[in-house]
């Protein structure tokens, strides 16, 4: 579905990605970790086609970016980035209904508000609707650009791809594994999801594949059976840990500090 080859990227001849291969499946959730400066936004943001641009093209659906029309890609794909504004002067409601300016020109229509109430209670915003946004929480206000994101891609389009920096920045535990859920289901419809994430138990818990990234470069990009291992968790991190299978799900489980 997704396929860059050789990415790179400088700010003034500091070298910030250096010939990086991504090709993503559909139906697959990718989650890029490592640590910090490792690269990991600034990847996810020249594969969304939201910074500068690739020497070499990137294809989505086999097309590049420039060859999609606008529209039809904002129906395709959709970004939750990490510094989101934090002074909007709308209600709840009418910040998520921004996800569905790609749908209509004045007006919305009977679609974008059962769009946009479907998304808010998926999100479990639904009983902010009418607050200000600017007095709403952190976790609150995160979960109501969750929702932005998801109404965006509720459509009838088959295979659609949604980019996710962080998302459970602020978010409780409760909303942490609501969020991975959906964004799981998403996924076996046979969308895709590349979603950058700190936690590496819950990347080991949702994730297909994982792509470890340090200085730019990538270290390890497999399953997360074979990229979480105490070696090399430990050696990336520079912090010692312990790996054993986690007795609920068999996923790896990461203990740091052992
Ligand atoms: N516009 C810029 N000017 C200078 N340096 C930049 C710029 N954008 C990014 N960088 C640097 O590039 C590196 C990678 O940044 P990036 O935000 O992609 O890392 P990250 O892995 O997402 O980090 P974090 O986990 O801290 O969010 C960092 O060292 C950052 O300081």
């Known amino acids: 579905m997704l396929e860059a080859y050789k990415i790179s990227f400088a700010h003034k001849k500091h ?47 086999k097309k590049t970016f420039e060859e999609w029309d606008y529209r039809d890609l904002a129906h395709n794909k959709a970004k ?55 007095s709403l929480s952190g976790g609150e206000k995160q979960r109501v650009h969750l929702a932005r994101v998801l109404t965006q891609l509720d459509n009838e389009v088959l295979n659609k791809l949604v980019f996710l920096d962080e998302p459970l920045n602020n978010l409780d535990v409760l909303h942490q594994h609501r969020i991975l859920h959906t964004i799981k289901n998403f996924t076996e419809k046979g969308n895709t999801a590349v979603m950058v994430l700190h936690d590496l138990n819950l990347a080991a818990q949702f994730a297909d594949t994982i792509m470890l990234l340090k200085k730019g470069k990538v270290v390890a990009h497999d399953t997360p059976n074979k990229v979480f291992t105490k070696e090399i968790i430990s050696k990336v991190y520079n912090f010692p840990c312990t790996v054993c299978p986690n007795p609920v799900n068999k996923n790896p489980l990461i203990i740091f500090g052992t």
């Open 15 to 61: 070298s910030i990605l250096e010939n990086i291969d991504v090709s993503v499946k559909y139906g697959e959730l990718l989650v890029i970790v490592g640590p910090n400066g490792a690269g990991k936004s600034t990847l996810l943001s020249l594969l969304a086609n939201e910074a500068g641009k690739n020497e070499e093209p990137i294809f989505f659906k």
């Open 80 to 134: 939750f980035s990490q510094n989101n504004s934090h002074d909007i002067p709308l209600s709840v409601k009418d910040v998520v209904m921004m996800g569905r300016y790609p749908y209509f020109q004045s007006n919305p229509h009977k679609k974008d508000f059962e769009a946009v109430q479907k998304a808010m209670e998926e999100t479990d915003v639904a009983y902010l609707e009418t607050r200000d946004y600017n």
